[in-house]
């Protein structure tokens, strides 16, 4: 370990030139972040360019300390901070792995809706409908949102989500055209999974924040079809922009939630 714990990738170099005048007018602005945050930046870094991918060991607090050249404990803090925002797990006597969307207890991190009665594990995965999969070009609202040009292709996809034969949720989503071309109607139906594992095992995008906002709204007379509620019934607006790593947005869902059964469940802290 360095005396002043620093990693070599963010040490500055002094110059050759001139001295420390000359060092300090050429040296890139001082981080003043807490060093355990940098780490934590480095390991982002990696976990973007794709150099642990999700389900996958990474290298223990020992080999990231020498790599980072840094202390065990720094790292340890980084990869801590990493674990509460739910993009690595720890496993005991295994070590640590990138979270992925197919684990369990990851699967519903973005779902806030629960049962009035029981829990989302006790009522079974909902049952999916997919009402259609096409590649579109983006209205200037959606590509606002998922920072394209207006007119650029994204793929819109509509479903029905039921949990117990009751039809619950109606969402539409959009997704940028580049990254995930070649996503069909077909794939959708056939992964037994949750739609964000899919996107992270064959599309290579791992959703890992969102942000939402909700509303109440009447039910209009398709959506009360699809959702099989009289027309006006008071539905639950949620349109969530969710993202990748580095903040990048990669999807965008609005979808209209019954509450008859359930409840918007958040946790504050």
Same mark, same amino acid.
């Given at each position: 370990?360095?005396?002043?714990?620093?990693?070599?990738?963010?040490?500055? &170099?002094?110059?050759?030139?001139? *001295?420390?005048?000359?060092?300090? !007018? #050429? @040296?890139?602005?001082? %981080?003043?972040?807490? =060093?355990?945050?940098?780490?934590?930046?480095?390991?982002l870094?990696?976990?973007?360019?794709?150099?642990?991918?999700?389900?996958d060991?990474?290298?223990?607090?020992?080999?990231?300390?020498?790599?980072?050249?840094?202390?065990?404990?720094?790292?340890?803090?980084?990869?801590?901070?990493?674990?509460?925002?739910?993009?690595?797990?720890?496993?005991?006597?295994?070590?640590?792995?990138?979270?992925?969307?197919?684990?369990?207890?990851?699967?519903?991190?973005?779902?806030?809706?629960?049962?009035?009665?029981?829990?989302?594990?006790?009522?079974?995965? &909902?049952?999916?409908?997919?009402? *259609?999969?096409?590649?579109?070009? !983006? #209205? @200037?609202?959606?590509? %606002?949102?998922?920072? =394209?040009?207006?007119?650029?292709?994204?793929?819109?996809?509509?479903?029905?989500?039921?949990?117990?034969?009751?039809?619950?949720?109606?969402?539409?989503?959009?997704?940028?055209?580049?990254?995930?071309?070649?996503?069909?109607?077909?794939?959708?139906?056939?992964?037994?999974?949750?739609?964000?594992?899919?996107?992270?095992?064959?599309f290579?995008?791992?959703?890992v924040?969102?942000?939402?906002?909700?509303?109440?709204?009447?039910?209009?007379?398709?959506a009360?079809?699809?959702l099989?509620?009289?027309p006006?019934?008071?539905?639950?607006?949620?349109?969530?922009?969710?993202?990748?790593?580095?903040?990048?947005?990669?999807?965008?869902?609005?979808?209209?939630?019954?509450?008859?059964?359930?409840?918007?469940?958040?946790?504050?802290?």
């Open positions: 370990m360095k005396p002043d714990d620093t990693p070599a990738t963010v040490r500055a &170099a002094p110059s050759a030139a001139g *001295g420390e005048g000359a060092a300090a !007018a #050429s @040296a890139p602005t001082p %981080a003043f972040s807490p =060093l355990y945050q940098q780490i934590k930046a480095l390991i870094q990696s976990l973007q360019a794709g150099e642990w991918k999700p389900g060991l990474i290298p223990s607090e020992v080999e990231l300390a020498a790599r980072y050249r840094v202390s065990q404990g720094t790292v340890r803090k980084a990869i801590d901070e990493l674990a509460a925002d739910n993009l690595l797990v720890r496993r005991q006597g295994k070590g640590t792995f990138v979270a992925t969307h197919a684990e369990q207890h990851i699967q519903y991190r973005f779902l806030r809706l629960h049962p009035d009665v029981g829990t989302l594990d006790s009522e079974g995965p &909902a049952q999916r409908t997919i009402l *259609g999969c096409r590649r579109v070009r !983006a #209205s @200037a609202e959606v590509a %606002a949102a998922l920072r =394209l040009r207006a007119g650029e292709p994204v793929v819109q996809v509509s479903r029905v989500l039921a949990f117990q034969g009751v039809p619950t949720i109606l969402e539409d989503l959009w997704l940028p055209g580049q990254a995930f071309r070649g996503l069909t109607p077909e794939t959708l139906s056939a992964h037994p999974g949750p739609m964000y594992a899919l996107f992270e095992t064959q290579g995008v791992r959703m924040r969102a942000e939402e906002r909700l509303k109440a709204v009447a039910a209009s007379a398709l009360a079809e699809r099989q509620v009289p006006g019934t008071p539905l639950l607006s949620v349109e969530r922009l969710a993202y990748t790593y580095n903040g990048v947005p990669m999807e965008l869902r609005r979808g209209l939630y019954r509450t008859d059964r359930h409840h918007y469940r958040n946790e504050l802290s």
